[in-house]
């Protein structure tokens, strides 16, 4: 069988296309949750998950298919991009492994938002950027727009949780079943 010369130019440009992509070294932006070598952007609590926190050391070690590789706190990690393909690859990592470390951040903020974010849940009066370094950022599929009034997060595949912003950008309301309420909702 003869492969066409298009084909054969795309397969040999797809290595250097990834290999394109920025290296970015610095901090987990926001909570993660892992399976030992897996997280998905869908950042769901499954058992047997344990929380990688904000501010880790984190530095993209390469690329895959919808992955990227990291090293987060000396630890391999694949950072599954099963949610948010509409992301270019390199933007996606840039999202998870940033340059300023939200640890100093997270130090700054009110006791009550600091016991939050390290518990991984929300409270009302968040901003956008605590909320993010808490459960992550929302699945791009279901929330194209970070500026949109409501965020939509999953805590399982059937567990979902709003999160409803006021006019001043901050938490207005979490809404949510109430077994899902008390794993996302600090009261």
């Known amino acids: 069988m003869r492969i066409p010369s298009f084909l054969c130019a795309a397969l040999a440009a797809a290595p250097a296309a990834l290999s394109a992509q920025p290296m970015p070294e610095g901090f ?3 909570n993660m949750r892992t399976d030992g070598n897996w ?3 869908a950042n769901y609590a499954e058992s047997g998950k344990r929380i990688i926190p904000a501010g880790t050391p984190a530095k993209v070690t390469g690329y895959g298919r919808y ?8 630890t391999k990690q694949a950072l599954g991009n099963d949610y948010s393909r509409d992301l270019d690859l390199g933007v996606f990592a840039q999202r998870y492994v940033v340059t300023d470390d939200p640890a100093k951040k997270i130090a700054a903020y009110p006791a009550k ?4 974010i ?11 950027d605590q909320v993010l370094m808490a459960v992550g950022y929302p699945m791009s599929s279901e929330n194209p727009n970070l500026d ?5 997060y999953w805590l399982s595949s059937f567990a979902e949780f709003q999160v409803m912003w006021g006019a001043d950008n901050r938490v207005k309301e ?6 899902t309420r008390t794993k996302v909702v600090m009261e």
């Open 28 to 30: 987990l932006c926001c």
């Open 39 to 41: 997280i998905s952007d």
């Open 67 to 74: 992955r990227v590789f990291v090293e987060i706190g000396g």
């Open 113 to 116: 938002v600091q016991e939050a």
């Open 118 to 128: 390290k518990t991984a849940r929300l409270t009302p009066g968040m901003t956008r």
């Open 148 to 152: 949109a009034k409501i965020w939509r």
């Open 174 to 179: 979490i809404s949510t079943d109430p077994a």
